[in-house]
C-alpha cells in the first residue's frame, strides 16, 4: 500500500467553489514530487487534502491507512508535515526556537531529544544563530526557513513545501537545496509546489502537472518537459535547456548539459 493514496477526491469550498475534482493519487517512501500548474490551479487544496487542513468534499485520502475524514488535522500532520505558502499563516510563537520546538513538544518528545532535533533542523535551514529572536522581527525569506525548520524537525515521514524557493536570494536557495536533499537522504518522501522549472528539473524525480481543477499528468521529468501539449494545457514554459532542444530540433530528451554538448559535439 503507498503512503498516501488519494481516490476520486474533490473539493469544494463552503462558498461553492469547487476548486479539485476527481482527483487520484498516489505517494510512496521514495518519492520526491514537485507539482506544477499555473496560479488557481488546484496545487494549494490539493496538497492541504495530503495532510488532513482540508477534508475531502466527495471520495476519500487515506494515510498510512487512515482516512482523513476520521482523524484530526493534528493527528494526520504528524505523518504529512506541510510547509505554508505565507509563513505567516503558520508562525504563531514569538521565540524561534519555541516555534521550531512546537510540533515537537506537542508530540511528547523529551527535552534532550527536542534540543537535539531543534539544534540539527535550525542549522540546516540556516537559522541557528537566530533562536533567541522573534520570528516576527525577521525578513519574509527568513520566517519561511523558520517555518520549514520547525516542520522537518517532526518526525512527519512526508514533507510539503509550498512554494518554498519564492522570494529566496542565491543564499536561500542553496539552503532550500540542502534541505530537499537531506530530506531525500533521510527517506522521506518530499512533495514540493513550485512556478521554478530550473529548480525542477534539477531536484525533483516525478512531476504533476495540475491545471482545470485536475492532474493532467504525473511523469519523470524528461516526459513532462518535452510534452510541448502538457506544457501548453497548463501555460508553462519548460526549463531553458529544454526551449533550447526545440528550437535546435534536435531529437534528444535530457535535462542534462553534459548530454547535450554530447549531442551536438556528434552532429
Ligand atoms: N478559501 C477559499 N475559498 C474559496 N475559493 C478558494 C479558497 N482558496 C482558494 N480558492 C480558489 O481555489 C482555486 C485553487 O486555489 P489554489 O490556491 O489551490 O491554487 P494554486 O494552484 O495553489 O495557486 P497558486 O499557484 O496561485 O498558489 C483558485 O481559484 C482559488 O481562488
Redesign the pocket.
Known amino acids: 500500500m503507498s503512503l498516501i493514496e488519494v481516490n476520486a477526491a474533490s473539493y469544494t469550498?463552503?462558498?461553492g467553489?469547487s476548486?479539485?475534482e476527481d482527483i487520484n493519487l498516489k505517494v510512496d517512501k521514495t518519492d520526491n514530487i514537485a507539482i506544477i500548474?499555473?496560479?488557481?490551479?488546484?496545487?494549494?487544496?490539493?496538497?492541504?487534502l495530503l495532510n488532513g487542513l482540508l477534508k475531502p468534499s466527495r471520495g476519500s485520502v487515506i494515510v498510512n491507512g487512515k482516512n482523513t475524514k476520521k482523524y484530526t488535522t493534528a493527528q494526520i500532520s504528524r505523518e504529512v508535515g506541510y510547509v505554508f505558502?505565507n509563513p505567516d499563516d503558520q508562525i504563531f510563537n514569538n521565540r524561534v526556537y519555541d516555534e521550531i520546538a512546537y510540533a515537537l513538544v506537542q508530540a511528547g518528545a523529551s527535552e534532550s531529544e527536542i534540543k537535539e532535533r531543534v539544534t540539527k533542523y535550525s542549522k540546516l535551514c540556516g537559522v541557528d544563530h537566530l533562536l533567541n529572536e522573534n520570528p516576527y522581527d525577521l525578513p519574509l525569506s527568513i520566517r519561511k526557513l523558520v517555518t520549514i525548520a520547525s516542520v522537518i524537525s517532526t518526525q512527519a515521514e512526508v514533507v510539503i513545501l509550498?512554494?518554498p524557493t519564492a522570494g529566496q536570494d542565491e543564499l536561500g536557495l542553496t539552503i532550500i537545496s540542502n534541505i530537499i536533499d537531506t530530506l531525500i537522504r533521510e527517506k522521506r518522501a518530499v512533495i514540493t509546489?513550485t512556478?521554478d522549472m530550473e529548480f525542477v528539473s534539477s531536484h525533483f524525480n516525478k512531476i504533476i502537472v495540475?491545471a482545470n481543477?485536475n492532474i493532467q499528468k504525473t511523469g519523470y521529468p524528461e516526459e513532462i518537459f518535452f510534452d510541448e501539449q502538457i506544457m501548453d494545457i497548463a501555460s508553462l514554459k519548460p526549463p531553458v535547456i529544454v526551449q533550447v532542444i526545440q528550437r535546435l530540433g534536435l531529437k534528444v530528451q535530457t535535462l542534462s548539459s553534459q548530454e547535450l554538448a554530447r549531442v551536438i559535439n556528434e552532429l
Not at 41 to 48: D, E, I
Open positions: 469550498y463552503p462558498n467553489f476548486a479539485l500548474g499555473q496560479n488557481g490551479a488546484g496545487k494549494t487544496t490539493m496538497v492541504k505558502q509550498d512554494e509546489i512556478h495540475m481543477k
